[in-house]
């Protein structure tokens, strides 16, 4: 039976991380939501610690500065990706947990807003049960700006989210700032000038500035607790055939400019 957000109420969760070299990991996020699409694979939620990326969008790759935007990242010690969702650069590091969550659904277009609830809604009630006052809903200048990011006070930026559409299925992909929210500004106001965006780099938060102390496994923990209270999860790892199929997508994330 279809779930109204698509699945059907089981989740394989898999925390694998595959940051070399920057484009596989994107990759095997996009070889999995084919997979999940295609009904060979269950519907799989990836939860994992990142390498350091700048993820561009497919309007930044249009963006006459494109070309300075991916320097200023590489030159900070970022690597440069294409984003599987949709939506503008966003940053990626070894404080951040990315978020890649496929569902089989076989009228994904029908079911985007309640996919984007229920991602926002787990993610929300999780950094709440820490201590977080979350909220849903998007901060006046933050970057990669959305009406589903996870928030602060209201004031600062913890969360986005996007959406990428197949037939067959749909893929919620997000990233979580647990510490680290310099390193996001420090790359993204050369980077979101070289684009063009105008955006404030005050937004910028993360979950440690909330709670200090607090960890990435705590966070991923929480947010596998709320989840579990909406749906039965399954622990799994990546299938070989995914990974096969991944290394023949990572050109498509491969920035080569």
């Known amino acids: 039976m279809t779930r109204p957000g698509g699945g059907s109420g089981l989740v394989r969760v898999l925390r ?33 610690r990142p390498a350091a990326v700048v993820a561009f969008g497919p309007k930044d790759r249009l963006a006459p ?10 030159s900070l010690g970022f690597g440069a990706v294409l984003r599987l969702a ?30 984007f609830e229920e991602a926002a809604g787990v993610l929300a009630e999780a950094l709440r049960s820490l201590g977080v006052d979350a909220r849903v809903g998007e901060v006046p200048g933050e970057y990669c700006p959305g009406e589903h ?20 299925g749909a893929h919620v ?9 310099d390193r996001v500004r420090e790359v993204l106001v050369p980077v979101y000038r ?6 404030d780099p005050a937004t910028v938060g993360s979950v440690e500035d909330e709670v200090p102390g607090v960890t990435e ?22 299938s070989s055939e995914a990974l096969v199929l991944a290394e023949a997508l990572v050109p498509r994330h491969a920035v080569t400019v």
């Open 86 to 115: 949709g939506g503008r650069a966003a940053v990626f590091h070894e404080g951040t947990l990315a978020l890649s969550w496929a569902v089989p659904d076989p009228e994904p277009r029908a079911r985007t807003r309640e996919r």
């Open 173 to 181: 992909g997000g990233v979580v700032v647990v510490r680290g929210g």
């Open 16 to 48: 694998q991380a595959f940051p070399s070299p920057p484009e596989r990991d994107m990759a095997v996020s996009h070889a999995i939501l084919r997979r999940v699409a295609q009904g060979a694979e269950p519907e799989t939620l990836r939860l994992h």
């Open 194 to 199: 070289a684009l063009g965006l105008k955006w």
């Open 217 to 238: 496994e705590q966070v991923a923990g929480a947010i596998l607790e709320r989840l579990a209270v909406r749906r039965e999860l399954q622990p799994g790892q990546v």
């Open 65 to 74: 500065g494109f070309p300075e935007a991916v320097a200023h990242a590489r």
């Open 149 to 168: 990011s996870v928030n602060a006070r209201g004031t600062t930026k913890l969360a986005g989210l996007g959406q990428r559409l197949v037939a067959g």
